[in-house]
T-cell receptor, first 113, second 109 residues
Framework: DAGITQSPRHKVTETGTPVTLRCHQT?????MYWYRQDPGHGLRLIHY???????DKGEVSDGYSVSRSKTEDFLLTLESATSSQTSVYFC????????????FGDGTRLSIL | KNEVEQSPQNLTAQEGEFITINCSYS?????LHWLQQHPGGGIVSLFM???GKKKHGRLIATINIQEKHSSLHITASHPRDSAVYIC???????????FGGGTRLMVKP
């Protein structure tokens, strides 16, 4: 299995609080992705990174920011969480963007009350 | 209209049956991925293909670029094949994948 660790695995928090999710990889892959998965929508890309300090927006980036200061870590931050951001969040990594398979973490279940 | 459409959305089969899941897309692509999501939530990459056919065990994936269509076949289905199967495409423009809504498969013993 690809070495991807998401933390925390579960989190419950209140509306308006900041939340940071961490994705850590041991594969030295260049590309890292954050997705959210919601019933009726499938997986949707939030942000992705193509190198240290290089990030770009996905289709549902509003309300989220990311940072990648090291190859192995990709952080997703909800500056002020809203109930609409309740979801399951997946991190994925890939050696070369869409030309290689993406390997997924186990997901983080985030509930915002 | 979604860029990636899967059919059927739900599928129930008896153990041993041959299963086909379909994926149609509306944009030009450079690669198509098939993924499996287990009931526990983990997502595993099954295939990545840009032409022709690939086979791994009882799983076969085919793609027809001209028709913008791919199929995932499972031969001699087993209850452990019960999962959600997800199709995703990489368009020619970037490094991102666009996902279909998934097909939920249940194989009964």
């Amino acid at each position: 299995d690809a070495g991807i660790t998401q933390s925390p695995r579960h989190k419950v928090t209140e509306t308006g609080t900041p939340v940071t999710l961490r994705c850590h990889q041991t594969e030295n892959h260049r590309y890292m992705y954050w997705y959210r998965q919601d019933p009726g929508h499938g997986l949707r890309l939030i942000h992705y990174s193509y190198g240290v300090k290089d990030t770009d927006k996905g289709e549902v980036s509003d309300g989220y920011s990311v940072s990648r200061s090291k190859t192995e870590d990709f952080l997703l931050t909800l500056e002020s969480a809203t109930s609409s951001q309740t979801s399951v969040y997946f991190c994925a990594i890939s050696e070369s963007g869409g030309y290689q398979p993406q390997h997924f973490g186990d997901g983080t279940r985030l509930s915002i009350l | 209209k979604n860029e990636v459409e899967q059919s059927p959305q739900n599928l129930t089969a008896q153990e041993g049956e041959f299963i086909t899941i379909n994926c149609s897309y509306s944009v030009g692509i450079s690669a198509l991925h098939w993924l499996q999501q287990h009931p526990g939530g983990g997502i595993v990459s099954l295939f990545m293909l840009s032409s022709g056919k690939k086979k791994h065990g009882r799983l076969i994936a085919t793609i027809n670029i001209q028709e913008k269509h791919s199929s995932l076949h499972i031969t001699a289905s087993h209850p452990r094949d019960s999962a959600v199967y997800i199709c995703a495409v990489r368009n020619n423009a970037g490094n991102m994948l666009t996902f279909g809504g998934g097909t939920r498969l249940m194989v009964k013993p």
